[in-house]
């Protein structure tokens, strides 16, 4: 089993910034392939950005040249690091996480509030 703890959502103002962290614990070894999704009211989850265990990463065209993931493996933790925010960014962000036989993991899920 593999648990996933995100944190740093918050309240910004547009042209703001924001960092999220993911912290896994447990069986982190099985862990393949990290990202991050994001669900405004009334939508459907999307995929934000992803990362591989080998640092190959992709982004959501949507967030390309402001988001940007990336992963320390020796503490288990992936980020995003949010920039040039805008209320469209508004949602609520899960970290998932996606081991070597294709079962996925997620987080609880932090709030992220861009006023205009």
């Known amino acids: 089993q593999v648990q996933l703890v995100e944190s740093g959502g918050g309240l910004v103002q547009a042209g703001g910034s924001l960092r999220l962290s993911c912290a896994a614990s447990g069986s982190t070894f099985r862990i393949n392939v990290m990202g991050w999704y994001r669900q405004a009211p009334g939508k459907q989850r999307q995929l934000v950005a992803g990362?591989?265990?080998?640092?190959?990463?992709n982004h959501a065209d949507s967030v390309k040249g402001r988001f940007t993931i990336s992963r320390d493996n020796a503490k288990n933790t992936v980020y995003l690091q949010m920039n040039s925010l805008n209320p469209e960014d508004t949602a609520v962000y899960y970290c998932k996480a996606t081991d070597y036989y294709g079962y996925a993991y997620w987080g609880q899920g932090t709030q992220v509030t861009v006023s205009s």
């Open positions: 990362i591989t265990s080998a640092g190959t990463t």
